[in-house]
């Protein structure tokens, strides 16, 4: 099987302060990769995908790198808002069939 | 518009009962993915349908796990002979037709089913 990794299960930053959430996937062959917030209660929302032709793929606030060599994806939040504690899962694809990480709890300080 | 919907939202049952839980997909989906969530876990992808069918469904637990979606758009999970161990969050998605771009598809996430066996 796949396994899909998280380095940290939790990370607390200061309100305005940047975020970077790092994730390690197994699969050399998985070509699609994408992030997703979980608010309480609620399903996963997707924030960004990127694929593996590209290394660095930027949304609003939010910028997804990843690194093949290594097999290492992150995500970066850019002047981290109240709004955006959560939990966010990294997941990797090979055709049409996901994996997703543990997640890493994201803590706001105001 | 509306978005992926699930029912029921709780499911409380007995072991060895059977359980049907419903997708409803947004409307215009092409693929439908069914997922088992566990607390504090990230999705388990279980099997997912393109149309009515099933393309895959390897990470069905074992042969009580079923699923069908005979007109291509609602889908059911079923699971028969319910086990404690089965207790989760079920969670639907559905994406959009391939657009032919760089872009890949999209998955939307439903409210999820909790499931309770006691």
């Known amino acids: 099987g796949e396994s899909v990794g998280l380095h940290l299960p939790t990370l607390s930053v200061q309100e305005g302060d940047n975020s970077i959430i790092n994730c390690a996937y197994s699969?050399?062959?998985?070509?699609?990769f994408i992030w997703y917030k979980q608010e309480s209660g609620k399903g996963p929302q997707f924030i960004i995908d990127i694929r593996s032709n590209m290394d660095k793929r930027q949304g609003q606030r939010v910028t997804v790198l990843l690194n093949k060599t290594v097999k290492h994806l992150s995500l970066q939040i850019a002047a981290t808002q109240p709004g955006d504690s959560a939990v966010y899962f990294c997941a990797d694809s090979t055709g049409n069939q996901f994996y997703f990480g543990t997640g890493t709890s994201l803590t706001v300080i105001p | 518009g509306a978005g992926v919907s699930q029912s029921p939202r709780y499911k409380v049952t007995k072991r060895g009962q059977d359980v049907a839980l419903r997708c409803d997909p947004i409307?215009?989906?092409?693929?439908l993915y069914w997922y088992r969530q566990a607390l504090g876990q990230g999705p388990e992808f279980l099997t997912y349908?393109?149309?009515?069918?099933?393309?895959?469904k390897s990470g069905l637990p074992n042969d009580r796990f079923s699923a069908e979606r005979p007109e291509g758009s609602i889908s059911t999970l079923t699971i028969q002979r319910t086990e404690q161990r089965d207790s989760a969050m079920y969670r639907c998605?559905?994406?959009?037709?391939?657009?032919?771009?760089?872009?890949?598809?999209?998955?939307?996430f439903g409210p999820g089913t909790r499931l309770l066996v006691l």
């Open positions: 409307s215009g989906h092409v693929s």
């Open positions: 349908f393109n149309y009515e069918a099933q393309q895959d």
């Open positions: 699969n050399s062959a998985s070509d699609y």
């Open positions: 998605a559905s994406s959009p037709p391939w657009r032919g771009r760089g872009d890949a598809e999209t998955q939307y």
